[in-house]
Nanobody, 126 residues
Framework: QVQLVESGGGLVQAGGSLRLSCAASGRTLSSYGMGWFRQAPGKEREFVASISSRGTITYYADSVKDRFTISRDNDKNMVYLQMTSLKPEDTAVYYC???????????????????WGQGTQVTVSS
């Protein structure tokens, strides 16, 4: 079983950038499809971005396309989310998620991910 820990969240002004990191322990990430989701207060958890086990397939939510970039370093057991041109509506708790069922593939759907981190808060001020 893999454990996921997010870091890199914080307070940033609109237009700024942040880089989130997801560190995995317990298992190597090379066989896991990985994703980032977010949840704002009073809203459901929503898809942000995902990446296949080898990094060849990526998906993005329309709301973050061209602003966010997901990447991974399997040698370091890390997944990243580079966020640029941040907007107040990006404010949320961001969660890292993974699944061996997504080996070689990626997904936009929460139900396809089995392992979740505790989340990291991102706050974008206007």
């Amino acid at each position: 079983q893999v454990q996921l820990v997010e870091s890199g969240g914080g307070l940033v002004q609109a237009g700024g950038s942040l880089r989130l990191s997801c560190a995995a322990s317990g298992r190597t990430l090379s066989s896991y499809g990985m994703g980032w989701f977010r949840q704002a207060p009073g809203k459901e958890r929503e898809f942000v971005a995902s990446i296949s086990s080898r990094g060849t397939i990526t998906y993005y939510a329309d709301s973050v396309k061209d602003r966010f970039t997901i990447s991974r370093d399997n040698d370091k057991n890390m997944v990243y989310l580079q966020m640029t041109s941040l907007k107040p509506e990006d404010t949320a708790v961001y969660y890292c998620a993974g699944s061996t069922r997504l080996y070689g593939d990626s997904s936009r759907y929460k139900k396809d991910f089995d392992y979740w981190g505790q989340g990291t808060q991102v706050t974008v001020s206007s």
